[in-house]
């Protein structure tokens, strides 16, 4: 049977079952914490944070945001940003997500921000931000947002994510 404690977290309660073997999985310390362990194949669960990558792309004063189309935060504005894949070059996932979501061709040029927080359930954990430069491509709004437009930084649409605004607060006391 499944013992739960008042240890119990929100992420011991979406896994149930042995991903390997398929028996029900035990709460009980291991190393050093509470976690789901399987007494039939003795695999544990260990949760890994999700990792998403997100790109600043700018034209001197001004950043390029993708409003999103999808909740939460429909309507909204952020960075093109998106998960890392398992395996995934950070790099490579950036580079990705930005031509997905705005059509344009970039490259990374440097590590701006690592930014730790989740911000709603389905959220990344840790969001890494670089800045990009644009390579070639034409701005068109793609996967989860409709649109893609350059704004100026004291003249900024609603925004979507508190990590985005770390961003833009850091832009706007540099600049
Ligand atoms: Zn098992």
Redesign the pocket.
Known sequence: MIYRNKLETNWMADVNY?I????LLKITKVSGAIRPV?E????VYFPDPKVAAAGLISDGNRILLVRRSVDPYRGKWTLPAGFIDAGEDPRKAVERECLEETGLCVEVDSLLDVIFGQEHSKGAHIVIVYRVNVLSGTMRPGDDVDQVEFFLLDKLPEIAFTTTLKIIEVLQNAG
């Open positions: 042995c390997r073997c398929g028996e399987c039939n194949c003795g695999w």
